[in-house]
């Protein structure tokens, strides 16, 4: 991975505009979603967090990102998997994204187990409300 990582540092500049969107962010949430899909939550955190650092106008992309890092941490510090998750909702509200909807409801059930805690129900029932309206 270091290695991938270094390599894709000194990629040439001259590539094609189609692939612009393709920057260390893109390829940070790449690997959060491999890490994330293996069980390792620690490094699809780290990931995740790195996903974050991405270019402005890509609200989608990180609505995204924002919901692979909540899930990521979920499980560590569900306190913080609401207020990243918050954040990503507050985003998704302004999108028309089905996608979006759906990592929402993938944050809702990592966050299913802390349910007795006040914030965490709270969000799990704003989320719920949101993706209702759009089914």
Known sequence: MNAAERA???GDSGRPEWLDYFDGAYLSAKTAHC???LGDLARAARYAEQS???SDGYLRGRAFNLCLLASAVADADPHEAVR???EALDLVGS???RRSYSYLREVRFCLAPYDELDDV???RQR???ATRATD
Do not use: Q
């Open 35 to 37: 890490f994330r899909d």
């Open 84 to 86: 990243i998750g918050n």
């Open 52 to 54: 974050l650092d991405m």
């Open 127 to 129: 989320v719920l409300a």
């Open 121 to 123: 129900a709270d969000f």
């Open 95 to 97: 999108l028309e994204s």
């Open 8 to 10: 894709f540092g000194r």
